[in-house]
C-alpha cells in the first residue's frame, strides 16, 4: 500500500524554525518526485518545493526560496522540509505528495494527510 505520512508541524513563532517530515512507504523516492505543498485558509494550494532524489535536484518556489531546505533519506525513505526564519503568511497545513515519475512535473498522485504549521507574530 503506498501511504506518505507528514509530521513536524506546530505553533512556532515568527522567526523561529520547524521541521516536517515526509515518511513514505509502498513506493521509493528514487522513482518519484515529491513535492512539499501548502495550502492556508481561503488561499489556492500552492508548491512551494520540488525533490527528485534520482536527479539530485530541488526546486523552490519564490515565496520559501532561501528559507525553506528540501531533502531526502532515501535509507529512510523519508523526505524533509527545513523551514527557517518562518513569518506569519507561512501558517498553512503542509503536505507531502508523489509525482507521477522521478523528474518534478505538475501531477502528484498520491498525498499525505497534512500537518499544520501555525506562525504566531
Known amino acids: 500500500e503506498v501511504q506518505l505520512v507528514e509530521s513536524g508541524g506546530g505553533l512556532v513563532q515568527a522567526g523561529g524554525s520547524l521541521r516536517l517530515s515526509c515518511a513514505a512507504s509502498?513506493?521509493?523516492?528514487?522513482?518519484?518526485?515529491i513535492g512539499w505543498f501548502r495550502q492556508a485558509p481561503g488561499k489556492e494550494r500552492e508548491r512551494i518545493l520540488c525533490i527528485s532524489s534520482r536527479d539530485g535536484i530541488t526546486y523552490y518556489a519564490g515565496s520559501v526560496k532561501g528559507r525553506f531546505t528540501g531533502s531526502s533519506d532515501n535509507a529512510k525513505n523519508t523526505v524533509y522540509l527545513q523551514m527557517n526564519s518562518l513569518k506569519p503568511e507561512d501558517t498553512a497545513v503542509y503536505y507531502c505528495?508523489?509525482?507521477?515519475?522521478?523528474?518534478?512535473?505538475?501531477?502528484?498522485?498520491?498525498w499525505g494527510q497534512g500537518t499544520q504549521v501555525t506562525v504566531s507574530s
Open positions: 505528495a508523489a509525482g507521477i515519475e522521478h523528474i518534478c512535473t505538475e501531477n502528484y498522485d498520491r
Open positions: 509502498g513506493f521509493s523516492f528514487d522513482d518519484y518526485a
